[in-house]
């Protein structure tokens, strides 16, 4: 299906991507079909549903793929240089503080 393969491209790149359906539907040229008859592809829309990130999913997507980046070059993980590696302001330390004790707690 050509939505589950663009949807694993957008995964499976280096840098993280958010899954979006535009971004989907611009990579497959499906684009304006996915955007006004997704109705009538109801196992699509369904997958859709459950793959397309909130900002909130891609945040800490793109949070957690900046520990791996910091743990790859051995340096020290800190709050400060995940949000600039991950690209987040200022209003999401909580959220990188949060993910950032789950993480290293469950490697304990």
Not at 17 to 24: C, G, I, N, Q, W
Request: hydrophobic letters at 40%; glycine letters at 4%; charged letters at 30%.
């Amino acid at each position: 299906m050509q939505v589950e393969k663009a949807v694993q491209e957008i995964l499976q790149k280096d840098k993280p991507e958010r899954v979006t359906l535009r971004k989907v539907g611009v990579m497959t040229g499906l684009k304006a079909l996915l955007e006004h008859k997704l109705d009538k592809l109801p196992l699509t829309k369904t997958y859709l549903q459950e793959t397309v990130e909130s900002v909130e999913i891609f945040q800490d997507r793109r949070i957690r793929w900046a520990i791996a980046v910091l743990e790859q070059r051995g340096e020290e993980v800190k709050a400060w240089k995940i949000m600039q590696i991950a690209g987040l302001r200022n209003n999401c330390l909580e959220r990188v503080e949060k993910i950032i004790s789950s993480t290293f707690r469950t490697q304990l």
